[in-house]
C-alpha cells in the first residue's frame, strides 16, 4: 500500500531549531516503521520560502529574499541526514517547478468560480502572515500565538477564496470522517472554528513581490499560506522526473503538524482542495508544543534548545528517542537539557545500552559467540506476544510515544529476566548448559525483536546493534520473538551510548 508523510514546510526566516526537528523526526518513525512493513513510502519536507516574514527578514539582513532563502534552506536541508531522515524529497517552495504547479492549480480554483476581487481590513500579524479573527486577538491587539507581539491594522485591495462557501462541504467531511484529524481533541477545535462560522480569506497581496504571481493578475503575488499548502501535491508532480506520482500518493496519508498551524491545514487546506477539485487527505495528526521553561520554544522568544549542540553531545539516535520519549506526540510538554542527560543515562545507557552489551559478551563468553540453537523460553514468548501488531496499530494512529513505551516495557523486560536467570551462575554448573542455551537463545532473540521495532526511533544503533546478533534483516515480519532461528554467530560491540563527560 502507499502511505505518503509530509512535515509542515519550514520558513527560512531562521534557522531550524528543535521544534523543526521534532516533527520531522516523527514523521521520519513513521516512513522507517511503514518501510519495514513493505508499504511503498513517500516521504517529503522542505522549506517555506516566500512571503512577509522572509522578505522582511532579508531586508533587515541586506540581501534578497532568495538570497536569505537559499543560505537558509540549506541549513534545513542539511539537517535532514544529520537527524538520519530519510526523507524522499526536500521542496523548496522558491523552486520554478512548485510555482508553476501552484499558478495552474489556483488558476483552476478561479475558473471554476471560487475566487473575486474584493477588500478588506482587520488586525493582521506579520510573524503568523495572517489576519486575526476576533477571537484569535490578544489584549491590546496582539498576536496571541507570539505572545504579545503587536498586530497591525491593515487594509487592502485583493483576491479572495470564498472560504464560506465550503462551510457545509466541510461539516460533511468532519461528520463523515470522525478520524479526520487526530488527536480527538484538535479534531473537535478544527470543528468547532468550523462551526463559528468561515469568512472568506485573502488569496492574493499586492504589496509584496517576493511570491508567486497570480497568473490572471500579475501584479498580485498570492497569500504565502495558499502557496505553501500546496507543496504537498507540488512536490509528487516533479519530485521524480518525468513520473506524476499524484496517482500513487495523493490523497496523503498523514500530514504531520503542530497545533500552531490547525487553522490552515485541517480548515483551508480541505477547502481549497475541494475548489481545485482535488481529493482531500485522509488525515492529519496535531501534535503539541515542546516547552522550554514554560513557554513554547520558538526563535522568538529566545528560549530554543539546539539541536545541533544535543546531537553532538549525545549523537543523533539519543536525540531522536528523546524527542519521541519525553513528551508525549500530540501533547505538550516541556524538555530541557537535564532531562535529556537522566532519559540518556538511565534508558538508552543503562538499560538498553546494558541489556545490549551482556547480552552480547555472555554469548561470547559463554558460546563462543554463537546464539544457542534451543528453543527459546517460552515463559518470555509471553511477555512478545502481539507485540509487533501493537506497535503497528499505535503507528497507524502516529501514538509514537505509546509505541515506543511498548517496546520499551520489552526493554526492561529482558533486563529483569537477566537478573532472573543470573546466567552467570547457570555458567558455573556443567548440569545448567541446556538452561543456561535457553537463557542465552531467549535474550538474543529478545533483544533482537526489540532492536527491529526499535529501529524507526534509533536508526543507526539497531542497525549496529542488530549487524552485531549476525541478523540484520529489518522486515517487520522478523519482530515475531521466535522468528530467527539459533545459529547466528554474534559480536562484541562497543558501549551504544558510552556515558558522556561531563559539560
Ligand atoms: N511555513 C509554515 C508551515 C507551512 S506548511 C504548508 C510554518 N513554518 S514554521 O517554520 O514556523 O514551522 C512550524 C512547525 O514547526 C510547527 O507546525 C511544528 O511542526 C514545528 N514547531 C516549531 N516550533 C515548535 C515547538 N516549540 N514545538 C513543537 N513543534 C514546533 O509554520
Redesign the pocket.
Known sequence: MAFYVT?????VN?AP????A??TIAADVLARHMRQRGEDVFFLTGT?EHGEPVAQAAEKQGVTPKELADRNAARFEALMPQLDVTNDFFIRTSDPRHVAHVQEILQRVHDNGHVYKGSYEGWYCTRCADFKTDNEIGPDNTCLIHEGFPLERESEENWFFALSRFQEPLERLYTERPDFVLPAVRFNEARSFIAQGLDDVSLSRAHLRWGVEVPWDPQHVFYV?FD??L??VTALKFARDGADLTTTFWPATYH??????LK??CVYWPALLMAADLEVPRRLFV?????SEGR???KSLGNVLDPFDAMDKFGTDALRFYCMRDVSFGQDGSVSPADFETRYETELANELGNLASRTLAMLVRYRDGTVPEADPDPALAGDFDGLAERVAALLDDVQVTAALEEIWQRVRRLNRYVEERAPWQLAKDEEKAGELDVTLRSLAEGLRVVAVLLHPYVPATTTKLLGALGSPDLDLERARYGAAAGGAAVAQLDALFPKTPAP
Open positions: 512535515t509542515p514546510i519550514y520558513y531562521a531549531h528543535l521544534g523543526h521534532y516533527t517555506d499560506w505553501a499548502l507543496n504537498y504531520l503538524i503542530g497545533k500552531d498551524i490552515f491545514h501534535h503539541g508544543y515542546l516547552l513554547k520554544m520558538s
